[in-house]
Every structure is written in structure tokens, then in C-alpha cells.
């Protein structure tokens, strides 16, 4: 970095000037001059410096003009400020205005060596800050919830009313609609975004262990424990916390949390002390937690604690018109994640998409998209890169797109005519003659059509 900086000198002085000129070109940097401020101002205005050295008095102005316009159009350039005299009050008056430090002449060269070094480490590790605070919106942004619809809206606005409360609140939905993502979304939107968002999965880890790994202990408390070990909320503390599968939680645990909850302390296992912790409990459950209550098999108290609110998710069968923006979401994430060109979709495998009935929701949905992305050669994504499931699921497509080449009438009508009776089985519950009026046909017509498509050997959804 430092043989490529660029530094701007603006001295009145002659003498100075090219003093510090040859010293800056012998240190390896590229170097401007300038003997006033209007000039400098020209400088600045027209060109990057990593580094502005200025004098305090010049003919047409003072050094602080120029920290000015370091402020209003480059605020990247670290200004260090030269004084005749140890005139303290102007060097604090430039440090106030931004100038990063000051040295008073007679300098030693060592002395401004010194000193520039420290500036430019300084704006290295601004612009590295910077450089990792975009990178941290990108990550923000991939954990991004999409969907525009108003089942989704609804969530949108649920999360934005709980996340700067300390609200508990209960996220519900079928497996791979997108639970943790909410829960995500509530800490980062809330005031405790810059604190811990620890989150653990309670039935993925045995009860003996799901103690201590929530609530910490102590050396020796039981075989394994060689030494203290701080607990899940303790890690949390003034952040969140985010309890998977909620459900899956043992009785007694489920008093351990409730006594947690109450008492807002922690006592770790085979400890003799409580620790208070702060931390906001956002929980997960694909399970009817309220049917678990009725069926004695979760605390209605621990219920009532942890559900002050519940955002429940939609499956993605309820909102199947944020299938394609999901879809282009996923092709855009997986293509730049194995450095592919994006391809589009073909309407055939959009129609597919379409009429699927997920039954791992967000999460199936992107998988498809995965495998779809990587297999897909050529200029397009078709439904030869996607799974037998939702090949089998008879799509109902309504457009078709006459090329050079031509169609096969017969056959589009057929798979059209195909598609309908399909929806209209799964409609009906395979009921034939139920379906039969729901296309508004006899029941004979329906036998017919159904055999002749050869829909007899098969007329069962197949997921
Ligand atoms: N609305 C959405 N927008 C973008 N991606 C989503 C959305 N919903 C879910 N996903 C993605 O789907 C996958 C599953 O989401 P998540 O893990 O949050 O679901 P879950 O409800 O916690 O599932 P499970 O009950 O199986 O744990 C993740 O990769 C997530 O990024
Ligand atoms: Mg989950």
C-alpha cells in the first residue's frame, strides 16, 4: 500500500515543499504539490489522494478550507496538518474539523515518518472495516426472505412489530418454511442485531446433554464435565436466542426453562449460584405446540411464556406466487456459488414448478433449483434437470410457443387434456366421478377420455 499511496503537498513555502517532496518521492510515493489553497481545492476536487500533508497558513486561505473540502468530496483522504508556530489552538481547531494529527515545525524527518505511517495504517483499517461491513450486507442480504405475497407480507409486518421488543416469540410452520430465517431476520432487525444470535436445535441433542448445553455447569458436576463450561444463554446473553423444534423438549426441561424464564437467571448444572442473563427467546416448532398442551405433552405455562407472540409461516403451497421469485433467487445464489452463467428457466419447467405441491416447502424448493443449476447444460434450465417427483405431477400449462420447427397438435392437445384430469383427480380426491363433474363432462366422456389417454394404469398422484 505504501508504495503505491498517493500524498498531496500544499505548502506556501518553497523550500518546505520540495523538502517534503523529495522526502515522500524517496519513501516511494506518488506525489502532487500545490502552494495554495485554491489549487489544492482544484487537486482534491480532480483526483484520489490517500494522503493530504498541509500547511496551516497560506496567502489565499488556511489549511482548515482544505479540511473542508477533504470532508465534502474525499473522505477517504487522511490530512495531517502543518504549523509554523506551536500554535496548540489551530492544531485542536484542524483536529475537530478532521485532520487526523498535526506536527509543528522544525519537524525531524523521523518525526513525520512517523506519524504518516500511522495515518495510512489508520485509513487501511478504515477501508478494511468498510470493505467487511459491505461484505456483512451481502451476507445480510443472502439471508434475504423472499416472497411479495400477502400471506408473506403479513409476516414482514409481524417480525417488524416484535424485533425491538424483548417479546418471546414462537415461529410455527411445516418443515422448510423458513422458520430459522425468521428468526434471523427478528434479531437482526432488532436492537440487539450487534449482539450474539446463538441458536440450537432441541431435538437433535440428547436430554442429558441439552442441559448443560443451555444452561452451562460446573467442573465435575457429572463423568465428562472436566471443566466449566458457560451455557447457551450465558453465550446469548444480551442477544437472542433461538430454541429449534421446541417441541421435542423434555418435561423436565421444559420446568429448567420455565424457572429460566421467571427467574431471568441461570443456574448451571451442579452450580451452586444464579447468573442473570438477558436474553430474548425467539423459538421454532413444526409440531401444533397448542395441540401438544392439550395432549399434556408441553407445559401450558412454559406455552403461554414462550408464545407471547407466534408468527406462523405459510406452507409454500399457500403461496405459490412467490414460486418464481424463489426460483430466480436460487438460480441466481446456486449459479454464482459454482461460478456458472446464470441461466433462464424455460416456461415448460417454470409450469412444473408452478403446480408442485412441496412437501418440503422453501427448503425442496431449493434443492430442486440446486440440482437443476448444476446439471443444466446449454443456454437454458429444462425439465430434464429436474427430479422424477415433480415430473410426475402433471402440470396444467396454458401457453405454447409455435417455432419454425413446428408442434404435434394431437400430442399438446392430449397432454393439455392429460394435465387437466390429473388436477382434476387430485382435486376430487381420485374420486372419478366427482372429478368427471368438476370438468363438467359425464361420467361416461371421463372413462373415455381416461382411457384413451392411458391414465387407467396410473391414476393415483404419485408423491
Ligand atoms: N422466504 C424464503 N426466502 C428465501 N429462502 C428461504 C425462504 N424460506 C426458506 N428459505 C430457505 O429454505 C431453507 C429452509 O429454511 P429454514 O431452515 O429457515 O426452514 P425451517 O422452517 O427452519 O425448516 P425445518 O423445520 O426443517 O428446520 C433455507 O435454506 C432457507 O434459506
Ligand atoms: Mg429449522
Keep these: 500500500m505504501t508504495a503505491k499511496a498517493r500524498v498531496l503537498i500544499v505548502d506556501d513555502e518553497r523550500s518546505m515543499q520540495e523538502f517534503l517532496e523529495i522526502f515522500f518521492r524517496r519513501e516511494g510515493y506518488e506525489v502532487t504539490t500545490a502552494s495554495d489553497v485554491a489549487s489544492a481545492t482544484l487537486c482534491l476536487e480532480n483526483d484520489d489522494f490517500d494522503l493530504l500533508i498541509s500547511d496551516m497558513q497560506m496567502p489565499d486561505g488556511s489549511g482548515l478550507d482544505l479540511l473542508r473540502v477533504v470532508r465534502a468530496s474525499c473522505e477517504d483522504t487522511v490530512t495531517i496538518m502543518i504549523t509554523a508556530f506551536a500554535t496548540t489552538d489551530s492544531a485542536i481547531a484542524a483536529m475537530k474539523d478532521g485532520a487526523y ?85 427478528i434479531h437482526d432487525q432488532s436492537d440487539r442485531a450487534d449482539k450474539p444470535f446463538v441458536a440450537i436445535n432441541c431435538g437433535a441433542i440428547p436430554e442429558n446433554l441439552l442441559e448443560s448445553e443451555l444452561f452451562g455447569h ?177 402440470g396444467v400449462s396454458y401457453s405454447c410457443q409455435i417455432t419454425d420447427k413446428g408442434v404435434d397438435l394431437e400430442d399438446l392437445v392430449n397432454n393439455y387434456e392429460r394435465s387437466l384430469i390429473g388436477e382434476a383427480m387430485r382435486a376430487s380426491g381420485s374420486v372419478k366421478k366427482r372429478a368427471a363433474q368438476l370438468l363438467g363432462i359425464s361420467f361416461r366422456s371421463f372413462r373415455y377420455r381416461f382411457e384413451k389417454l392411458g391414465l387407467d394404469h396410473d391414476d393415483r398422484p404419485k408423491y
Excluded at 164 to 171: G, M, P, Q, S
Design 101 to 185: 494529527d498535526y506536527i509543528t515545525k522544525p519537524f525531524k524527518v523521523d518525526e513525520i515518518r512517523l506519524v504518516v505511517e500511522k495515518a495510512l495504517e489508520k485509513k487501511l483499517l478504515a477501508s478494511e472495516n468498510q470493505r467487511l461491513r459491505s461484505e456483512l450486507r451481502v451476507q445480510k442480504r443472502k439471508r434475504q426472505i423472499i416472497g411479495t405475497s400477502s400471506v408473506m407480507q403479513r409476516v414482514y409486518d409481524f417480525i417488524s412489530q416484535v424485533a425491538d421488543t424483548r417479546i418471546n416469540v414462537l415461529v410455527s410452520g411445516a418443515s422448510g418454511t423458513g422458520k430459522e430465517l425468521v428468526a434471523r431476520a
Design 218 to 394: 460446573v467442573r465435575g458436576s457429572f463423568t465428562g464435565a472436566v471443566s466449566n463450561k458457560e451455557g447457551l444463554f450465558e453465550a446469548a446473553d444480551n442477544g437472542s436466542l433461538f430454541l429449534d423444534e421446541i417441541g421435542e423438549l423434555s418435561m423436565p426441561l421444559q420446568v429448567k426453562l420455565l424457572r429460566v424464564l421467571q427467574e431471568k437467571s441461570i443456574r448451571r448444572v451442579g452450580g451452586t449460584s444464579d447468573r442473570s442473563v438477558n436474553v430474548r427467546l425467539i423459538s421454532a416448532t413444526n409440531r401444533r405446540l397448542d395441540e401438544e398442551v392439550g395432549a399434556g405433552r408441553f407445559r401450558e405455562d412454559l406455552f403461554y411464556r414462550l408464545n407471547v407472540m407466534e408468527i406462523p409461516l405459510p406452507t409454500l403451497a399457500e403461496r405459490r406466487e412467490d414460486i418464481p421469485l424463489l426460483v430466480s433467487h436460487f438460480v441466481e445464489k446456486f449459479s454464482k456459488e459454482i461460478g456458472k452463467a446464470e441461466l433462464p428457466l424455460e416456461a415448460e419447467a417454470l409450469d412444473k414448478l408452478m403446480v408442485y405441491d412441496y412437501p418440503g416447502n422453501v427448503r425442496e424448493l431449493e434443492n430442486i433449483v440446486e440440482r437443476a443449476v448444476a446439471l443444466s447444460r446449454g443456454d437454458s434450465i429444462t425439465i430434464a434437470a429436474f427430479p422424477d417427483t415433480i415430473l410426475r405431477r402433471q
